[in-house]
């Protein structure tokens, strides 16, 4: 059995796994990787075809359905082997058809009967004789984005009324692409220009971001597997991540409550903000997540932050109240704005999820806020694009707590690039904007009584 199969076998049973369990697509894909020590060569075309069938699904039904409509028994992993090979030969230039339509059938004589694989031959040889359905056909704008960029319609409607029909697009075109790995260098060991040097005398291509000071890009290597990384001279990080240590103005000596803090890149970003001074109290729900934080630290040689597993919905009842000079409450949120990392994610979310995730942020929020010295500052961030956990919860916090107010300093403290996007005390990055995950930052002060 040559590679190549196996590499085909392997991204089927992935996303049938996926669809079956509802499994995140990253952390199968990468101990799928391990288990089957699949060579790197291979690696990329496994990882092209699980995401790349994943990201454009419903695209691909659109294109099957009229080849398989009158097939109404078909066995989901046949339905997958089809989106699998239908994505190689709309999306993927280097694969000739024949040989993705020969790999197919191969597959279900393996898996199946003559029958399957006839069934399979013929659906495809159709496709490949008769083209693609075209998209035009689809008059309704929203639908027509919906199935063009595979993002489920409710989605789609809630974003139209929310950004309008443009920016929706856009974001829902940019979720498809894959997204580039950025890095934060740890500037309390080393220097930007002295961590590119490394890398690249590791055969690393990296370049400086445009948008922060401490952020790199990386172009081709995985960071995570570098000695910069391993020394504790890198964190890898996305860039919208980066700029909630800048909205917090942090100055040398303060405590610091990170409220929701694993892994905890955000915690030791603060930490080497404040020059390894002071004390970053993080705080995590889950003691293996706690671990995390800790290793963190220790790989990055920051001594200032105090890890602890702890609900924050409970951090009045162990903190003395207004002790805290500024805190950071990353709060849990549909992660809407890293659907490029996590394709499958799209398919499974429900609108309800969302008024759900509001009554936690908001509930989180309450029990940071007594902790908070006067004159301190709050920042709220989540990775998601959406309203009613964003700006929604903000406004609906700031109407019952008339001892805080929106921080309208919050662009003196940004890097310059962000500050067109700023809105008063707050910012919503959308993916589109400069590559980065989707992301919101509210900036608010607790007033002097």
Excluded at 77 to 102: E, H, S
Excluded at 171 to 184: I, K, S
Excluded at 424 to 433: A, R
Aim: charged share 30%; aromatic share 6%.
């Amino acid at each position: 059995m040559s590679k190549k199969k196996n590499v085909r076998d392997a991204a089927l049973q992935l996303l049938e796994t996926i669809e079956k369990n509802q499994a995140y697509s990253n952390l199968l894909l990468n101990s799928t990787i391990e288990k089957n020590e699949i060579s790197p060569i291979d690696v990329g075309l496994l990882t092209e075809l699980v995401y790349g069938t994943l990201q454009r699904k419903m695209t691909l039904d659109f294109y099957l359905k009229p080849f398989i409509e009158n097939n109404k028994k078909l066995q989901s992993w046949v339905i997958n082997l089809l989106r699998m090979t239908v994505y190689q030969m709309t999306y993927l230039d280097k694969i000739p058809d024949r040989a993705a339509i020969f790999e197919a059938v191969e597959i279900a004589k393996r898996r199946g009967h003559k029958g399957i694989a006839s069934l399979v031959n013929g659906v495809l040889r159709s496709i490949q004789r008769n083209g693609l359905p075209s998209l035009d056909s689809i008059s309704d704008p929203a639908e027509r984005i919906s199935i063009e960029t595979s993002h489920p319609l409710w989605l789609v409607k809630r974003w139209v009324s929310q950004f309008g029909l443009e920016k929706t697009r856009q974001m829902c075109e940019v979720n498809l692409t894959a997204p580039l790995q950025t890095g934060r260098v740890n500037l309390t060991r080393i220097s930007r220009e002295e961590c590119l040097e490394l890398l690249e005398e590791e055969g690393y291509e990296a370049e400086p971001s445009p948008i922060l000071p401490e952020a790199i890009k990386c172009l081709r290597g995985n960071l995570a597997s570098s000695k910069a990384f391993k020394y504790g001279l890198l964190t890898i990080q996305d860039e919208s991540s980066m700029l909630v240590a800048h909205a917090l103005g942090i100055k040398e000596e303060e405590v610091i409550l990170d409220a929701c803090a694993a892994p905890g890149g955000k915690s030791s970003h603060i930490a080497e903000k404040l020059g390894n001074s002071g004390k970053v109290i993080s705080l995590d729900l889950h003691e293996h997540k706690v671990k995390l934080i800790v290793q963190n630290a220790e790989r990055l040689g920051l001594e200032n932050i105090e890890a602890r597993k702890m609900d924050s919905r409970q951090a009045a009842e162990h903190f003395e109240k207004e002790s805290i000079d500024r805190i950071l409450l990353d709060a849990p949120c549909s992660g809407l704005g890293v659907m490029r990392r996590k394709p499958d994610m799209k398919y499974t979310k429900k609108e309800t999820d969302l008024s759900q995730l509001q009554s936690i942020q908001l509930s989180l929020l309450e029990s940071v806020a007594p902790l908070m010295k006067p004159g301190g500052t709050l920042v709220y961030s989540t990775c998601t694009v959406d309203r009613e956990e964003n700006q929604e919860v903000i406004e609906k916090f700031l109407l019952e707590h008339k001892e805080f107010e929106g921080d309208t300093e919050l662009a003196e403290r940004m890097p310059e690039a962000i500050k067109p996007l700023i809105n008063g005390f707050d910012v919503q990055i959308l993916p589109q904007d400069f590559g980065s995950d989707g992301f919101y930052i509210a900036c608010l002060r607790k007033r002097f009584s």
